[in-house]
Antibody, heavy 119, light 108 residues
């Protein structure tokens, strides 16, 4: 079945970097765009951007430029989110989510990765 | 940027019908997608393209979209439907996905 499996929780100090992985299976990885969504504690869903899994070209939402980088390793059908210069306000659950199509919804979602930034 | 507005909470008794609205300027011209998120879990797509149910989603979930309001309707509400629900659209003017703020459905 179509599945996205993310890496485990991370505890990082301010200023450090983190790389979250999202392993896809059950479908042709390069046929569907991959999106990243952030959910801060007790808050709603915030779209971070997406990456074209065919070309590797990323697009970032407002507020997620500079410290956030999307990448791929198509040989292992995995997408990555790297966040540098971590701040306390980056503490959140980060989800990857496959887009069904250009303006279609997201299905499925990864289980989420909790990134905690604390000194 | 495009804004989607949802009521923070909706309450309904078991067996009744819950309607969760999502407001946006001329949202009827866009495709609306709805997600269910239970505590500690990832969101799940329950309706896409205004009114299409993914496989495995009960027929009790339905959607509509017209004018400035999209609606997710849950018929014969069950205790297991208690969750946060989010609407989503693609804003072509900014090339951004937009989520509503979410509605907490409480089953009384």
């Amino acid at each position: 079945q179509v599945q996205l499996v993310q890496s485990g929780s991370e505890l990082k100090k301010p200023g450090a970097s983190v790389k979250v992985s999202c392993k896809a299976s059950g479908y042709t990885f390069t046929s569907y765009a991959m999106n990243w969504v952030r959910q801060a504690p007790g808050q709603g869903l915030e779209w971070m951007g997406w990456i074209n899994t065919n070309t590797g070209n990323p697009a970032y939402a407002q507020g997620f430029t500079g410290r956030f980088v999307f990448s791929l390793d198509t040989s292992v059908t995995t997408a990555y989110l790297q966040i540098s210069s971590l701040k306390a306000e980056d503490t959140a659950v980060y989800y990857c989510a496959r887009a069904l199509g250009p303006v279609k919804g997201f299905d499925p979602w990864g289980q989420g990765t909790l990134v905690t930034v604390s000194s | 940027s495009y804004v989607l507005t949802q009521p923070p909470s909706v309450s309904v008794a078991p067996g009744q019908t819950a309607s969760i609205i999502c407001g946006g300027n001329n949202i009827g011209s866009k495709s609306v997608h709805w997600y269910q998120q239970k505590p500690g879990q990832a969101p799940v797509l329950v309706v896409y393209d205004d009114s299409v149910r993914p496989s495995g989603i009960p027929e009790r979930f339905s959607g509509s979209n017209s004018g400035n309001t999209a609606t997710l309707t849950i018929s014969r509400v069950e205790a297991g439907d208690e969750a946060d629900y989010y609407c989503q659209v693609w804003d072509s003017s900014s090339d951004h996905w937009v989520f509503g703020g979410g509605t907490k459905l409480t089953v009384l």
